[in-house]
């Protein structure tokens, strides 16, 4: 499997278009030894964290289609919560992606409409509906950490398209900000905590995800400093659809069901299991004060 060559170098971007969200053939893991013990002994004691809520106190939320999951690296249990309904009880759309706010509030983009998520129930609110451009979806949501791109806290979202958006969580409202150039996609997520936002990126004739840090002005404008291809241990890892973070790591959730260990220096990844729950991943996300260790 070959893969463009890329640099370590500072590319003037904008945020866009994602992979379509479906099922993939899970690759060969080498015999990769998913169990239980696979993340043992990786994080030493210290230091205490620079930023955000204690490291015990942080889960990682992610989801596929129908099911929400949250993800605690501190004892490195993947744990299904439940289905997505609405409040009668129904079955909910399929949820493409989701964001956390600073208070650990999760919302998810279906189709076409924002929803809020009752994170002990899976019960879904639609907070309203997305005015785009017919076939848009938000494939990538995330909420900016402050300072990133408004003085306050912000929900923005990645379409199909190629566009992203501002996202009032209140009414669903959207401001259009930017696009990528031709060449890039989004290969699926955006997280963001205090002092950094990292990206999922691609080439069209990519076979392999690219891991990015993208800094935003006033205007929406972004700056993406490529940092490299999410690769290891033999295996070239794509279509990584939730992106979450924790400690000294950003953590991938792939459309076929992987959770990636992804190192935020060199975008090196690790399978760290495919033992989820679930086959396909189709989002993730965490709270912006999650704890950053230098």
Do not use: K
């Not at 696979?38 to 992610?62: N, Q």
């Not at 076409?112 to 639609?126: F, R």
């Amino acid at each position: 499997m070959t893969s463009r060559s890329l640099a370590l170098s500072s590319l003037v971007l904008a945020l866009g278009a994602c992979t379509t969200r479906g099922p993939m053939e899970l690759p060969d893991t080498g015999g990769f030894d998913g169990g239980p013990d696979a993340f043992s002994g990786r994080f030493d004691t210290g230091p205490l964290p620079d930023s955000g809520t204690p490291l015990e106190d942080t889960l990682i939320y992610a989801h596929s289609p129908d099911t929400l999951f949250s993800f605690s690296a501190e004892s490195n249990e993947v744990t299904e919560i439940a289905r997505f309904t609405e409040s009668d009880g129904s079955n909910a759309d399929d949820m493409v992606d989701l964001a956390v706010n600073a208070e650990g509030d999760v919302f998810t983009s279906s189709r076409d409409a924002l929803w809020s998520v009752d994170v002990t129930t899976g019960v879904v609110t639609q907070i309203g509906t997305f005015d785009v451009a017919e076939g848009e979806q938000f494939y990538a949501l995330t909420f900016l950490a402050p300072g990133e791109l408004r003085p306050a806290e912000t929900l923005i979202g990645a379409t199909n398209m190629g566009v992203y958006y501002e996202i009032d969580a209140i009414d669903a409202s959207v401001i259009r900000l930017g696009s990528y150039p031709d060449g890039w996609l989004s290969s699926g997520d955006l997280v963001s905590v205090e002092g950094a936002t990292y990206a999922t990126i691609r080439h069209m004739d990519d076979m392999v995800d690219t891991l990015a840090q993208i800094t935003f002005d006033g205007t929406g404008r972004s700056t993406i400093r490529v940092i490299g291809p999410i690769r290891g241990g033999g295996m070239d890892f794509r279509q990584i659809f939730g992106l979450g973070y924790w400690g000294r790591s950003v953590y991938g959730f792939s459309n076929s069901g992987q959770l990636i260990e992804i190192d935020r220096m060199t975008g090196a990844g690790r399978l760290a299991t495919t033992m989820t729950g679930t086959d396909r991943f189709w989002g993730a996300g965490v709270t912006t004060r999650a704890p950053v260790l230098l």
